[in-house]
T-cell receptor, first 108, second 115 residues
C-alpha cells in the first residue's frame, strides 16, 4: 500500500535559518511526488513537483529513490513561509495521497 | 478564469436535510475530485471523475452522492448526514491527460457543519 510519512508535525525556525521538511514514501511503482502548501486562510496550492525539477519561492526538493525520500529544503527561511506543508504522491489512477502535514512557523 | 470555485463557502444543515455543494472550473480540465478535510488533518480523497465519468469512489457512504453534469461542473449531494461528517469539503480539478502526472488545482472549500 502506498504511504506518505511526514515525521514532523511542527517545525519552528528563525528567519534566515535553513529549513528542511522531511518526507518519506512507500509505493510499489514509480510515484510522482508533490509538495503542496496551505497558507493561512488560503486554498491548498502546489508548491513544487518532482517532475518539474524547479525551485519555487527558494524551495527545492530532491527525490532520493534509494532512501524513498522527497525532502523539501530552503536555505534561508522567510516569515511568509509560515504555512502548512503537505507532501503527496499520486498513483497511476491519479489518486493523490497526502502525508499528515508539517506546520512551519518562522519567527523573526 | 484560472480558479476552481466552490459554493457555498459555509453550510449548516440538520441530519434530515438535503443539500448540495457545487464546484466549477473553466480551465478545460477533464478530471475533477472531491476531498474531505477534517481539522488539522490532510485532505482525504472521496471521488474522482474523469471525462465526466466516476472513476474512483473511495468507499464513501451513500449519503454522499456525486454528480458531474458537464465537464465544468461537479456537485456533491448530501442527505441524512451525521455530525461526524462536519468538515471542509474540497474540490479539485486537473487536466486529466495523464493522471499520475497531473497537478491538481484546489478550490477554497465549503465548510460544512452538521447539527
Amino acid at each position: 500500500a502506498q504511504r506518505v510519512t511526514q515525521p514532523e508535525k511542527l517545525l519552528s525556525v528563525f528567519k534566515g535559518a535553513p529549513v528542511e521538511l522531511k518526507c518519506n514514501y512507500s509505493y510499489s511503482g514509480s510515484p510522482e511526488l508533490f509538495w503542496y502548501v496551505q497558507y493561512s486562510r488560503q486554498r491548498l496550492q502546489l508548491l513544487l513537483r518532482h517532475i518539474s525539477r524547479e525551485s519555487i519561492k527558494g524551495f527545492t526538493a530532491d527525490l532520493n529513490k534509494g532512501e524513498t525520500s522527497f525532502h523539501l529544503k530552503k536555505p534561508f527561511a522567510q516569515e511568509e513561509d509560515s504555512a502548512m506543508y503537505y507532501c503527496a504522491l499520486t498513483d497511476s489512477w491519479g489518486k493523490l495521497q497526502f502525508g499528515a502535514g508539517t506546520q512551519v512557523v518562522v519567527t523573526p | 478564469d484560472t480558479e476552481v470555485t466552490q459554493t457555498p463557502k459555509h453550510l449548516v444543515m440538520g441530519m434530515t436535510n438535503k443539500k448540495s455543494l457545487k464546484c466549477e472550473q473553466h480551465m478545460g480540465h477533464r478530471a475533477m475530485y472531491w476531498y474531505k478535510q477534517k481539522a488539522k488533518k490532510p485532505p482525504e480523497l472521496m471521488f474522482v471523475y474523469s471525462y465526466e465519468k466516476l472513476s474512483i469512489n473511495e468507499s464513501v457512504p451513500s449519503r454522499f452522492s456525486p454528480e458531474c453534469p458537464n465537464s465544468s461542473l461537479l456537485n456533491l449531494h448530501l442527505h441524512a448526514l451525521q455530525p461526524e461528517d462536519s468538515a471542509l469539503y474540497l474540490c479539485a480539478s486537473s487536466q486529466g491527460l495523464a493522471a499520475s502526472l497531473d497537478t491538481q488545482y484546489f478550490g477554497p472549500g465549503t465548510r460544512l457543519t452538521v447539527l
